[in-house]
């Protein structure tokens, strides 16, 4: 069964003017936009862990928990976690009262971290990156089985026999992957979904990761589990409206973290290229972005896709333009697109 959500990074929202709204109010923005999900039938609504000015989501366990209060049906997780900066026992233990207080709709993404604001932040060093990512997803794969948890390792004190409460349903848990065949495997290696994470580039690429993936979980003996993809994008009316929108706002976000990340600045071609057939932005009318994301969905062999909406500086009244139309006609197109 193919399903179907919304990611965000809880960017600071403009107002009509322009002007950046409180981070408070931003927050609040967010939870009516969760709420927006699920009235327009969408299966996951996600908000991604961040600890800068630009994107100030840095409880996104509190904000799912709002969301949660007032929808019934919609799935809430977080996209993504940061495991390695943070303690897997805490994680569970949030995200699995979340599952309480949702009845059984939580889900979780881990990752690395791509943005690595949270390692200087709780005191970690990133020479350590690699190892905290592995040694916590470990602990977090013996935490979500349920029961007596012993686990000893290197980066934070071991567990004999420990009860970690509250107990609850098990609840679906994903890796996200944004170019680690290592993080593949684990995935596999844990029983735990692949979120590829496409930002930037030819989706197609990722292909090979969607096939390691299911040969990994063979090899374990593990049974199929869903392939998701995460992708930014816009939705408006037309194709010439939601680029145009979104245009100066890309331009500005990427030119910014590419002081730190290494990426390129866009151009107007890269940026069309990128809104094209063959690139990582889904921006475009419901028509546009309804037949790439089947496209994608079926070349990476994906039953799951999240489109990450927003980008700062954007309204909040343009953001809850995008949830309506790809609940009510993006999403529908694809489920006819791939039937």
Known sequence: MNTFGLDTFGDVTHDAEGRPLTHAQTIRNLVDQGVLADQVGLDFFGIGEHHTPDMPLSAADVVLAAIAARTSRIHLGSAVTVLSSDDPVRVFQRFSTLNAVSEGRAEIILGRGSSVDSFPLFGYDLADYEDLFEEKTQLFAELVKGGPVTWQGKTRS??????????????????????????????????????????????????????????????????????????????????????????????DVITRLGRTRGFATPTPESYAHEVGPHGALFVGSPETVAEKMARTMKTLRASRFDLKYGIGGLSHESLMRTIELYGTQVVPRVHDLLA
């Open 158 to 251: 071991s567990l004999h026999e420990q009860e970690v409460v509250p107990f609850t349903e098990p609840f679906p848990t994903w890796i996200g992957v944004g170019g680690s065949p290592q993080s593949v495997v684990r995935a596999a290696s844990h029983g735990f979904s692949l979120m590829l994470a496409i930002i930037g580039g030819h989706p197609g690429r990722f292909a090979p990761f969607s096939e390691l993936y299911l040969h990994a979980l063979e090899k374990f003996g593990r049974s199929p589990l869903p392939i998701g993809i995460h992708s930014p994008g816009h939705v408006a009316a037309t194709d010439e409206q939601a680029r145009e929108e979104f245009w100066p706002h890309y331009l």
